[in-house]
């Protein structure tokens, strides 16, 4: 996902949470200070919101060209899961703009009224693992990834991209901005099982000098160009697009509705002795 935030960073204190669970991945302590189950009956508005910074009614990703509005009925929990649902259904967005797809994202970040309010969880440096099962189908667009808590566009870290067309494509990437100020676009696309046919556990370790990505716990990519690590406090999104200059649009055999499932999120970062 590529997109589009300046305030002051904030010292955090985290909470401990009754019998922690243990990162699937990753190597050291850990200390957990995220955590996400999703069995609740409504989402958690301490935790989470339901668009970019840019909320107005609603919130899309024009630079993708993407087709869906966002909006805050397309997410929902049930069965202790949290449900990211596009459906085809018309709505009129920003600039009076007409989208012919709805669908649902949640972020850790902040809406447009709330700034400059801090995010609801922003992080630097740590451990991500999201337990998941992306919806098959041209043109959705599943994602797992972290944003600067400034409100610009970069770093990002991509966790997980899934196109539901090619679910046996896992794509990881990191977008940076290198000190000579060119935009460096890093990335890896592995070959594994079908990622919409059942639940995995995407991973990603960022430590001062390297990210990790892994697959149900296993090592799939790093990143360890030390200098060009993320240093500043990142936040954490989850959204399904509908179309765009990637996936393309829907085809004629993409169901509608389809969701995005999340069974839990959870961040932790190092406690080492």
């Known amino acids: 996902m590529f997109l ?4 002051p960073l904030f010292f955090l204190s985290y909470p401990t949470f009754a019998a922690d ?3 699937l991945s990753a190597d050291g302590q850990w200390r957990l200070i995220f955590q996400d189950e999703f069995e609740a009956e ?4 301490g935790k989470w919101t339901t668009c970019y910074w840019w909320n107005k009614d609603g919130c899309t990703n024009l630079g993708n060209r993407e087709l869906q509005w966002y909006r805050p009925e397309n997410v929902s929990l049930s069965d202790g899961m949290l449900h990211l649902t596009a459906r085809r259904k018309k709505a009129t967005g920003i600039e009076g703009r007409k989208f012919r797809y709805t669908s649902g994202m949640v972020t850790t970040g902040r809406d447009y009224a709330e700034l400059p309010r801090p995010s609801r969880m922003r992080f630097r440096y740590g451990h991500v693992e999201v337990r998941a099962k992306a919806p098959a189908g041209k043109g959705f667009w599943s994602a797992i990834w972290l944003l600067p808590e400034t409100r610009e566009s970069r770093p990002e870290i ?7 067309d ?6 990881m990437h ?6 000579k100020g060119k935009e460096q676009d890093p990335g890896k696309t592995a070959t594994v099982a079908n990622l919409t046919r059942d ?7 960022w430590d001062k000098d390297k990210l990790v990505w892994y697959l149900d716990g296993k090592e799939v990519w790093r990143w360890t160009d030390a200098a060009s690590i993320a240093s500043e406090d990142m936040y954490l ?3 399904l697009a509908v179309g765009g200059e990637w996936p393309g649009p829907p085809g004629k055999r993409t169901k509608f509705p389809s969701s995005y499932l999340i069974d839990y999120v959870r961040i932790w970062q190092r406690s080492e002795k």
């Open 4 to 7: 589009g935030f300046a305030i």
């Open 21 to 23: 669970p243990a990162p």
């Open 42 to 45: 409504t989402l958690d508005g």
């Open 158 to 164: 991509d966790l997980m991209e899934v196109l539901g």
């Open 166 to 171: 090619s679910g046996t494509s896992l794509r």
């Open 174 to 179: 990191y977008h940076y901005t290198d000190d």
């Open 199 to 205: 639940w995995h556990v995407y991973g990603l370790t």
């Open 237 to 239: 999104l989850l959204n």
